[in-house]
């Protein structure tokens, strides 16, 4: 029902900066919130800002007044802009989505994963 691409990561110096991409393509599936996790080798997988189809977003505290996510609901596609990085900002970055299927049934969705990795 629900494919997701990402992409975007890469390795960067502390301080600075990437963009992550995740374009989605749904049949028969409404798409309401979409949102990037991330997860470290040996922790737990942890919710890095969420937006849904309107304009409320929510951020980890750990990320707030540093990314930014936002969103293209004509491409169907959610960014995440990442600034002033960290050293342990270093993860694997999964993008979600959340909708109503068949049934009326909400189903939640992940894409493959992008790696980002920032060093010291």
């Known amino acids: 029902q629900v494919q997701l691409v990402e992409s975007g990561g890469g390795l960067v110096q502390a301080g600075g900066s990437l963009r992550l991409s995740c374009a989605a393509s749904a049949i028969f599936f409404r798409i309401n919130g979409m949102g990037w996790y991330r997860q470290a080798p040996g922790k737990q997988r942890e919710l890095v800002a969420i937006?849904?189809?309107?304009?409320?977003?929510n951020y980890a505290d750990s990320v707030k007044g540093r990314f930014t996510i936002s969103r293209d609901n004509a491409k169907n596609t959610v960014y995440l802009q990442m600034n002033s990085l960290k050293p342990e900002d270093t993860a694997v970055y999964y993008c979600?989505?959340?909708?109503?299927?068949?049934?009326?049934?909400?189903?939640?969705?992940w894409g493959q994963g992008t790696q980002v990795t920032v060093s010291s």
């Open positions: 937006i849904t189809s309107g304009t409320s977003t």
């Open positions: 979600n989505v959340r909708g109503i299927g068949n049934l009326a049934i909400t189903y939640d969705y």
